[in-house]
């Protein structure tokens, strides 16, 4: 790039495939980007464009002549270009708008019509349909005839006179049944349907749980509106994951590697602020045992251990409740058994760790009652961590917020608060 | 279950897909699970079988009469027995090989032979193979005729005669192509294969990133041995996501729900009994600093509001530095500029925070000194933070550890000890 030698740089990216050259402007800075992009932008197409991260989309979009972005954007299929509209500000929507062809406008802006996140969204609108009472010979003479076929489909779709679906047939049972047979007579019986509102989240599990290749989507009057194939669902699980990652970490949702200094700011500082203020609670608890501390000033080396322990031992427990959450495995019906586990797990441990600290409080800090102090702490907190570890994401999930984008905050702080003023509290009492 | 009635029992879980029917037996406690076993053992499939989780499996095997077993794994491909083999024990191994057809056998045993956690163990080995000569109406005639075609294929792939694989049809393109052409001329460009002894999270990734449907396998002399579709390749990811997710926050890698109290205590030990060494190594810093908070006891109190900051800002740099690295998102070619990224924004925010607490420290407290020590240790410890969020996982990656095992332990320690040091130390040369 460096030496503008335009030939010798398609030479290099021709080759490529579309994800790679994406992930290649991805990661190079933003004025060899820019430089990039002036000699080679002529070759940019749609699948480049749709493999793009958001964040450097809008970017690139706005480089782009004019020309080059019509040719790229009409060469996809309306699902690809639902996924670029969704994340553009107004103006350039219209542009990409005004780029398509009439039907894949109004077929694009019917699914931006579903609200964000939804199957509708999801699902590209080329579908392939047969009667239900074709035969596999009228099938495969329709399809070699027909002139639009999408670029991938793996079943083809039996309706009813009203455009119902009916059942579906894998291409693979086509391929090898003779021509007479009737489609319905080798049809799936693992078919099923997914409503067009029906949010992505539920989508991805349901391709997951029963092992879809492709599933119809109808609208609330049960009429076939499009199809969902398995690698927009694969997409959808592994955004979900990154979130539930992300948001277990604090850290914004979309955060990706590519972003600016400042978007990256404004992503982790709510987050920390959250926690200055809970961090500045258990600073208060505290201060309520400056006489304490001031008589044993080793009461101040030790506090944060309690504290720490039962914030790992939180983090364990609600991470494995998040998940578990997240794919359906903990449910109303398992969830007192679960709650009995954690509290047995968390009083296991915390037995444990109470003789190992209660012998180094001991030992080490000379007194036996600083051990006691310790060992009791170290039970009640971990026992504690493991209950709100279980029961703050449980009740979250039921007031139906994401369970992992607050629960590590309340399980912290909890047993941050708890583990300074049990330790604190039992020193007051026993040790002075 | 309880009331013993095998009829209204069967009526309630005939209709439902196997992977609920697993979900089911997962959700439910051990006695309970016995009696259910107990009542209906005889008609859990293989299906059933590869559905249910690894935990509770080698229990239900041990439950089932042994021709219901047999009949379960013998009507299982290839690849799923391979996957219900590798979680048992030697004994149980011996059942099952003894319960499959020769020719099963033979196969499975070839598959176990490839390294765990390979693409060789990921794959089945029942591919649909033509000529690279043949033409669609060849190819048709060759599939109607065919006795043992695998439950799902998406592709047929092309060979030349010592069995190296040329290219692949998608089954939609012969569907739509006339008998006359030939194979040759509808194959696909986007053709790849996977070598057998490749690890299986880069076959996910291969999958996800180029939207593979279905990928062909080939040994080391670059021979067809198998295929892997999206769905094995979906499960991948998803595992893999569940153990970076799971690693991140300490707990063992395969937790699950309806593991037992001593498992769960077992896998969570050892990540509470590292953090009891660091959290001890951190009261050690503390304790060197006893005579300043005996002088000025509020230390005690405000000295976890700067670990604590740390912590969380070192988790979020680390949790996108994981992630990025496990996408390929994050590369030597754009450390650099990530690393200078991560600088910037722990300053910025540690200048924001800093500032906060300076002034709580300052109008809280009534002292200038010890708001002004406050907000010098925030800086100080963010920028540890975010430096160490990235620096850490870079460093284990490059060593060869997965960076999300060890991360966590080594950024909080870092920001506990840094966070101490810098405040207590401070203190004692400002305000003292």
Redesign the interface.
Known sequence: VESRDTAALSGFLEPL?A??IA?LL????PAERRDLLGLWSGEIDGEILSEISDAIREEVIEFLPRHVLTDAVRELDTDDVVDILEDLDEPQQAIILGALESADRVAVEQAMAYPEYSAGRLMQREVVVAPLHWTVGE??DF??K?EH??D???HVILVDPRMKPQGYV???R?????RATALRDIAED?FRTIKATDPEADVAYI?????L?SCPVVDATDRLVGVIT??DA?NV??EE??E???R????GDE????D??LE??KQ??P???V??LT??M???V??QF?AT??VI?????????V???GG??G??S????V??LAT????S??AP??VR?EA??GL??GA??AV??GL?GWLGYGSAGLGLVLASALVINLLVAALGGILVPLLLNKLRFDPALASGTFVTTLT?VIG?FAFLGLATLVLL
Do not use: C
């Not at 277990?248 to 850290?251: E, W």
């Not at 609600?318 to 409740?321: E, I, K, M, P, S």
């Open positions: 495939h994800a790679d992930d991805e990661q190079i800075g099938a495969i399809l070699r027909a076929l999408p991938q489909f793996y894998t291409l693979g086509m391929l090898s049944s003779p693992s391709f997951n749980q029963y092992h290749i398995i690698d694969m699980l592994d994951h990154e539930d990652i992300l277990l970490a604090g850290v955060s990706a590697i590519s600016g200094i990256t700011v982790r500082f987050w920390l602020f926690n200055l961090a500045n258990a600073a208060l505290i201060a400056e501390i001031s000033v080793a009461l101040a080396a030790l506090m944060p251990i504290a720490s322990m790992n031992a983090t364990q609600l991470t494995v409740a998940r578990a359906k495995d903990l449910t019906a398992n058994r679960v586990r047995a797990v296991i441990n444990a760790f190992i600290m180094i941050d300074f």
